[in-house]
């Protein structure tokens, strides 16, 4: 009964190492994730607009609550409304629009014999047609304030994937950040010469000279941008003279954080995925030890 109880307790602690590493790896995967930051109704264009809406309702009621047939999203000098036709209602429901992408809490005649039902509604931007929200409404407009990263000051090269515009120009990948005082400041290399300047949260960055950038992307545009987010993707905006009137392109920047090497001391610094390995690696090490002194005692015992 003794060496069974010890078995257990064995098996035990093996059971919560398990869980605790399975929890560290479950958590890792939610460490990457995009946020669509809210429109407000400022930039909308006037105009009226077939717009898609989510609904949510007070999560105790069992009351059926009544869908979203259509809704109408009318903006004029900077305000909006919506006017929106609910399923089983006889006139359509009007509703001041702050942004777009935001839940927003209304309280509306829905609930049985027209009482009222706190809702939130949620009015998607990527339902609406091209030309509806003005340029200046992308998050490369907007202020922000940098992330402040955890690595001593020095020159790192981060893996980085381009998305956005007609997908045939790219940027240079890893590409160098320069990290100084836990901010991080980026040198992008497009493999195209037609960008004169980027907008990044919010503010204009010209082009380096030719004399500031390496020899053999002297005939690419070179810029020094900072380093908004390393977990989140980075919504830029990039002014193409590629066409016959100059053109500004929105794109986003998404880092490989994990992978994030030393541009001068080595191929792999410590972060997540790295630090994660080794506490595995040293986990196992540790459960072999538990295994082994357990099956020596137990050799002595029989002994």
Same mark, same amino acid.
């Given at each position: 009964?003794?060496?069974?109880?010890?078995?257990?307790?064995?098996?035990?602690?093996?059971?919560?190492? +398990? /869980?605790?590493?399975?929890? $560290?790896?479950?958590? =890792?995967?939610? @460490?990457?994730?995009?946020?669509?930051? &809210?429109? *407000?109704?400022?930039?909308?264009?006037?105009?009226?607009?077939?717009?898609?809406?989510?609904?949510?309702?007070?999560?105790?009621?069992?009351?059926?609550?009544?869908?979203?047939?259509?809704?109408?999203?009318?903006?004029?000098?900077?305000?909006?409304?919506?006017?929106?036709?609910?399923?089983?209602?006889?006139?359509?429901?009007?509703?001041?629009?702050?942004?777009?992408?935001?839940?927003?809490?209304?309280?509306?005649?829905?609930?049985?014999?027209? +009482? /009222?039902?706190?809702?939130? $509604?949620?009015?998607? =931007?990527?339902? @609406?047609?091209?030309?509806?929200?003005? &340029?200046? *409404?992308?998050?490369?407009?907007?202020?922000?304030?940098?992330?402040?990263?955890?690595?001593?000051?020095?020159?790192?090269?981060?893996?980085?994937?381009?998305?956005?515009?007609?997908?045939?120009?790219?940027?240079?990948?890893?590409?160098?950040?320069?990290?100084?005082?836990?901010?991080?400041?980026?040198?992008?290399?497009?493999?195209?010469?037609?960008?004169?300047?980027?907008?990044?949260?919010?503010?204009?960055?010209?082009?380096?000279?030719?004399?500031?950038?390496?020899?053999?992307?002297?005939?690419?545009?070179?810029?020094?941008?900072?380093?908004?987010?390393?977990?989140?993707?980075?919504?830029?905006?990039?002014?193409?003279?590629?066409?016959?009137?100059?053109?500004?392109?929105?794109?986003?920047?998404?880092?490989?954080?994990?992978?994030?090497?030393?541009?001068?001391?080595?191929?792999?610094?410590?972060?997540?995925?790295?630090?994660?390995?080794?506490?595995?690696?040293?986990?196992?090490?540790?459960?072999?030890?538990?295994?082994?002194?357990?099956?020596?005692?137990?050799?002595?015992?029989?002994?």
């Amino acid at each position: 009964m003794k060496l069974f109880i010890e078995q257990m307790k064995v098996k035990n602690i093996f059971m919560e190492m +398990a /869980l605790f590493i399975a929890a $560290l790896f479950l958590v =890792s995967g939610f @460490l990457h994730f995009s946020v669509r930051a &809210e429109i *407000a109704a400022k930039y909308l264009e006037n105009g009226s607009y077939r717009i898609s809406v989510k609904t949510e309702y007070p999560e105790q009621s069992t009351e059926a609550f009544p869908l979203v047939e259509r809704a109408i999203l009318k903006a004029q000098d900077g305000e909006a409304e919506a006017e929106i036709t609910f399923a089983g209602l006889n006139a359509p429901v009007s509703v001041p629009v702050a942004a777009l992408d935001s839940k927003e809490s209304y309280t509306l005649p829905l609930g049985e014999n027209g +009482a /009222l039902v706190h809702v939130t $509604l949620t009015f998607a =931007s990527d339902s @609406l047609p091209a030309g509806a929200i003005r &340029e200046e *409404a992308s998050p490369a407009y907007q202020e922000a304030e940098p992330e402040k990263l955890s690595f001593t000051d020095g020159e790192y090269l981060i893996p980085v994937t381009l998305t956005g515009g007609s997908g045939r120009v790219q940027i240079e990948s890893p590409v160098s950040c320069k990290v100084k005082d836990g901010y991080g400041t980026l040198t992008l290399i497009w493999d195209s010469p037609h960008y004169d300047y980027m907008i990044v949260a919010g503010s204009k960055y010209l082009p380096l000279d030719a004399s500031e950038t390496r020899e053999d992307t002297r005939e690419r545009s070179v810029f020094q941008i900072p380093l908004i987010s390393l977990t989140q993707p980075m919504t830029v905006i990039g002014d193409t003279t590629a066409m016959s009137v100059p053109h500004e392109v929105q794109y986003t920047l998404t880092f490989s954080g994990e992978e994030i090497r030393s541009a001068g001391y080595g191929p792999w610094l410590w972060n997540l995925k790295t630090g994660m390995t080794i506490f595995v690696l040293l986990s196992a090490v540790f459960c072999g030890i538990i295994v082994g002194i357990w099956k020596h005692r137990q050799r002595k015992k029989k002994s």
